[in-house]
C-alpha cells in the first residue's frame, strides 16, 4: 500500500512539480552555454500546476509551480536548461526560483594515465 506522502514525492521527484502536468511547446529560443561560443537552438517547454498548502487553515496559501525547459538535440540527454519558478497565486509575487544550465565537467576533471605492463 503507497501513501499520500509517498505519492506526492514520487510527483515531486518525476514531474518536479507537485502534480503531473503535460508541458506545452513554445517558440524556438537560441541559448548561450558555457559548452561552445555558438549559441544551441532550442525548443521551449513550459508546463505550471496550481496548489494549496495548508488548505483550511490559518496558514492556508496558494502557490504556482512553473517548470521551463529548453530543449536541445544536440546535447546529450536533450535539456540545455531547466527552470522551475515559484510563485504566490494571489499575489504573483516569484518565491523562488532555481535554474540549472548545462555545464562542460570533462575538461575540469583530471585523467589518470593507465599502466603499461
Known sequence: DVSQADKYAAYRFFYGMPRPRKYNPGRTRYLFTPLRENAF???????????????KTAAEQSLRYRKDLWLCDQIPFGVAKLETSVYDSESNLLLSRQTLVVTDCSSQTSTSSAEVP
Do not use: N
Open 41 to 55: 537552438e532550442c525548443q521551449l517547454a513550459a508546463s505550471q500546476v496550481a496548489v494549496t498548502i495548508a488548505a
